[in-house]
């Protein structure tokens, strides 16, 4: 039995595009275990795949905000317990960071990771027994599955695939009807696409007969979801959702439609069609990457006019 630990603990992007060296590393050791070091806010994504045995969560961000605090270090031990709890035979970190290859350090286990040519930060390098080099300049996803391929000795599939499996829960407040996801936050306001266009594009696709759906994350998320819905004939706003929950809500709709953020990639995993919205930045090598219909539509200052999304997300709902 081959044991595998993964560290890939942030951000939610880069968590979904590590989830296809999964189906990789499955196709090509069946029977290997495989666990998962997490940053905590998203250590419901990786449980979504049925190849991932533990999740491991960490707490790095937070425990930042607090080094003075007795309980942040009670925390930190409890997790290299949990981290040296099991003999890993291998440890890839797919991060690159200092922050990582501590964490990697950490564990039990031969120790695989980028070599200073390609780390993102170089100094990660040392901290590992065996590097190898990727193409930096190629998709976060492309170069996670190249580096796992490097370490364990095998060629990844052409086709993409992200393993997900939609969670078995029930939304009761879900709406019956077709439904299109909006996701009309993100994690800085500069990538905000106007209001205007939200508008337009809902009332178009309300006038094709779908339900335009709202999620958001905090109070600021939530007030401008509702002054959009104030706007559509057929809007709902929903209650605040987990990470479980949003999968399932993603996996349901007809087609989703989002401004960069963790969200988009998720529905992407979810083989849900999906638009995405580049306004403050670019695709390039972080942007939707998927073997179902997806669609890169702007870039850093040149946000896509409301009309060419209308047309790209009327194409996907044909």
């Known amino acids: 039995m081959t044991r595998i630990l993964l560290v890939k603990t942030s951000s939610m992007g880069d968590i979904i ?3 296809p060296l999964v189906h990789d590393l499955t196709r090509h050791f069946p ?25 491991i969560p960490v707490a790095i961000r937070r ?3 607090h080094l003075l605090c007795r309980t942040t270090w009670q925390e930190i031990g409890r997790f290299r317990q949990a981290v040296q709890q099991t003999d890993y035979d291998f440890v890839l970190d797919t991060q690159g960071l200092v922050k990582s290859a501590l964490i990697t350090r950490m564990a039990h286990g031969q120790k695989f990771g980028y070599s200073a040519a390609c780390a993102r930060e170089p100094l990660a390098s ?3 027994n065996q590097t190898f080099t990727v193409d930096p300049q190629s998709h976060a996803a492309d170069r996670y599955r190249a580096l796992a391929a490097q370490a364990f000795s095998y060629t990844p599939d052409s086709l993409i695939d992200y393993g997900l499996q939609p969670p078995a829960i029930e939304l009761p407040w879900q709406t019956n009807t077709r439904y299109v996801v909006l996701l009309t936050a993100t994690s800085r306001d500069e990538k905000l696409w106007p209001l205007a266009d939200w508008v337009a594009l809902g009332r178009h696709l309300n006038a094709l007969g779908y339900a335009c759906i709202l999620p958001w994350g905090n109070a600021a998320e939530e007030q401008r979801c509702r002054d959009l819905a104030s706007q559509l004939d057929n809007a709902l706003v929903t209650p605040r959702l987990s990470l479980t929950e949003a999968a399932r809500l993603l996996a349901q709709a007809q087609l989703v439609v989002g401004v960069d953020t963790g969200l988009v990639h998720l529905a992407t995993a979810m083989h849900t069609p999906t638009v995405a919205i580049y306004v403050a930045s670019s695709p390039g090598r972080n942007g939707l990457y998927a073997s179902s219909p997806a669609f890169n539509l702007g870039a850093e200052g040149h946000p896509p006019a409301a009309a060419e ?3 790209t997300a009327e194409s996907l709902l044909r």
Do not use: G, M, S
Not at 41 to 46: K, V
């Open 309 to 311: 999304v209308i047309h």
């Open 17 to 19: 595009h590590n989830l």
């Open 126 to 128: 040392r901290f590992y």
């Open 63 to 65: 425990w930042r905000k």
């Open 31 to 55: 029977q290997a275990e495989i666990d998962w070091v997490c940053e905590e806010n998203f250590a419901e994504i990786p449980t979504l795949h049925p190849a991932i045995r533990k999740v």
